[in-house]
């Protein structure tokens, strides 16, 4: 008992937005306002859309490997396709121009939010976000140069992150994995998943297998502590409860990330796709609605699914 009262309760800036209606009708300041409250967190919503946009991007052409039976005339694979990746791009970029002002206006802010042990997992979804559109782009490929050259922008700043968090995991008491860990530190581990895949659909087996087995062990030990951690869900607060669906998001990524790596949808890619789908039943079975802000934040959910979606093309 003890020790459960002396765990602070997660706390986030986005559960005082409801507090605010009063002042948006009536500030003059809205701008102001917008960058205060905008935090990394709302990079959800370019994941949710850049899964969406890869997933229609497999449905709609699907490699040759596939035995998937669905196919469509390239006139109207292009509109869809186009259609739903500008959409996502749009979002995408209109939420790095306002979190790069807030950046540049409210530094403060972004430190803080840097230094938190949950917000700090939210840095990866832009970089994870941006790598989804480049590799839904319907007009450009993993061969050209353009895309070599927009990885290495869109993955360095992962690893930098990685160095950053991980040795914090091993180093820092106060910031060891085991007072920290949380469910959202499980972007980190997508993120180099991700970047592993793209690396992989390069040709480039090394640089792919080294992310992939960077995500994977973290993953392992990730997933071991917070699976032993049976209070954690009490910290969170309503609008972070879903972020317990990235518990399948990390498997789901990697069987993707794994078949880009071998080539084949082999063994280990299945069991890492089974291993999702035996989590995705085991928090379906479980998970209770405790607040009508969850509503709000359904949107992280989006993100498993269309990787389980993606896998699914692939058996």
């Known amino acids: ?9 997660i706390r986030l800036e986005i559960d005082e937005i409801a507090m605010l209606k009063g002042t948006l009708t009536s ?12 935090h990394a967190g709302y990079f959800r919503v370019s994941l949710s859309l850049g899964w969406q946009a890869l997933l229609w991007k497999i449905l709609l052409h699907p490699s040759q490997s596939s035995q998937t039976t669905f196919q469509v005339p390239k006139v109207y694979y292009t509109s869809i396709l186009s259609i739903i990746w500008a959409f996502s791009l749009f979002t995408l970029v209109l939420l790095s121009l306002i ?25 990866f979804a832009p970089w994870i976000s941006w790598i989804l559109i480049l590799e839904s782009a319907p007009f450009v490929t993993p061969k050209h140069a353009y895309f070599v050259i927009l990885w290495w ?16 995991w091993f180093t820092k008491g106060k910031n060891m994995l085991t007072a920290v860990a949380n469910p959202t530190s499980q972007l980190s581990v997508i993120g180099n998943l991700v970047g592993a895949r793209a690396a992989a659909k ?38 972070l409860r879903p972020v317990f669906f990235l518990f399948f998001a990390a498997p789901s990524v990697a069987s993707l990330a794994w078949y880009s790596i071998a080539g084949r949808f082999d063994t280990a890619a299945k ?5 999702s789908l ?38």
Not at 271 to 275: G, H, I, P, R
């Open 1 to 9: 008992m003890e020790t459960q009262k002396s765990e602070p309760e």
């Open 153 to 168: 922008l869109f993955v360095v700043p992962i690893v930098i992150l990685d160095l950053k968090i991980y040795g914090q």
């Open 99 to 123: 979190y790069a002002l807030r950046c540049i206006l409210r530094f403060n802010l972004v430190r803080a939010e840097f230094m938190h042990h949950v917000g700090v997992n939210y840095f």
């Open 278 to 315: 035996f989590l995705f039943a085991s928090l379906a079975s479980t998970f209770q609605e405790s607040n009508e802000k969850i509503q709000h934040s359904m949107v992280g959910i989006f993100l498993p699914h269309n990787d389980s979606g993606s896998d699914c093309d692939k058996i």
């Open 271 to 275: 069991m890492l796709f089974f291993l």
């Open 27 to 38: 500030s003059s300041n809205l701008a102001t306002l917008i960058l205060t409250r905008i």
């Open 202 to 239: 390069m040709g480039w087996r090394e640089v792919s297998t080294f992310l992939f087995s960077l995500g994977m062990v973290h993953y392992l030990v990730l997933f071991v502590t917070l699976y032993q951690r049976l209070s954690g869900g009490d910290r969170l607060p309503a609008m």
